[in-house]
């Protein structure tokens, strides 16, 4: 018995060194912090710089609805909800038999139910084995190192943006979004990514910069597979990328690019893949 309630004892003092779970007000998080289990978050919950937070397998961090005043930050490059605000470290490693779940708190919430994941000058953000469902924008980073592989984006106003940041992405799903994936400048990789039945696949506001998007599968992205903003003067290259429709203009008309539009550069996109990339855990 006693040795039991010494062993307890022990746990407590190891608990309270490392943060399981926030109060779902707004707050600033520091030091290092655990999450596991479910997590409830209200407001905005910044990770401060110098912070770390790690997340468990199989955890659901849940955005509820925040009241009033505690939604403390409104404006761009913010997003109305609940938001987790991160200026530290975040490790999100799921499992694909234990992923890691973020949503609203009403499972039946539409898109834009919870604000995002922002990202704000951070040296180390890594998701893998994830699923973000019914945000504003699933995750926004500015000016950070983001890898996200393994997981699973759906039912979101947009999956991915970024301004300046040095992306990885490999091995997700984007699935029944506003838009997959959006960028203005950045580096990233993107490749082997299955995107398929959003309203925009990509969407490329300024210049893209050393980037390499490569061997993704598009599939029926309505109404454009690649959109284009004002600030692309210069073509975009997309080549060996699989694309749901045939080669020639039943493709090019999905391209709202030079094509459409001569102040725009064009998107490159042949030679194509034949086959499209398949993941594992999708259909």
Avoid at 8 to 30: E, Y
Avoid at 106 to 112: L, R, V
Avoid at 142 to 162: I, L, M
Avoid at 179 to 188: E, V
Wanted: hydrophobic fraction near 40%.
């Amino acid at each position: 018995m006693l040795i039991r309630l010494f062993c307890s004892f022990l746990l407590v003092l190891a608990l309270n060194s490392c943060s399981l779970v926030p109060s779902p007000l707004g707050q600033i998080l520091s030091g290092k912090i655990y999450w596991q289990g479910e997590v409830r978050l209200r407001g905005d919950v910044v990770l401060e710089a110098g912070a770390e937070l790690i997340i468990a397998p199989g955890t659901k961090v849940i955005f509820e609805t925040p009241r009033s005043g505690e939604d403390l930050y409104l404006e761009h490059p913010y997003f109305p909800g609940s938001e987790l605000i991160v200026r530290g470290r975040l490790l999100a490693l799921g499992t694909a038999e234990a992923p890691i779940v973020f949503m609203a708190a009403d499972p039946s919430g539409e898109a834009g139910s919870w604000g995002g994941i922002n990202i704000e000058d951070s040296p180390e953000v890594h998701f893998s084995y994830c699923r973000f469902i019914q945000a504003n924008s699933a995750l926004h980073s500015r000016q950070s190192w983001v890898t996200v592989e393994h997981s699973v984006f759906s039912n979101n106003h947009v999956a991915v943006r970024f301004h300046d940041t040095h992306l990885l992405a490999e091995n997700n799903l984007f699935e029944n979004n506003g838009t997959a994936i959006r960028f203005h400048f950045g580096s990233p990789v993107i490749s082997n990514n299955l995107i398929r039945h959003n309203g925009k696949g990509l969407f490329i506001t300024s210049e893209p910069r050393d980037y390499r998007i490569e061997n993704n599968s598009f599939i029926n992205n309505f109404p454009y597979q690649v959109s284009l903003g004002e600030g692309v003067r210069s073509a975009v290259d997309l080549r060996n990328n699989y694309w749901s429709e045939s080669v020639g203009s039943a493709l090019e008309t999905l391209f709202f690019d030079g094509r459409a539009d001569d102040w725009l550069g064009r998107v490159e996109y042949l030679p194509v893949r034949t086959q499209p990339f398949k993941l594992e855990d999708s259909e």
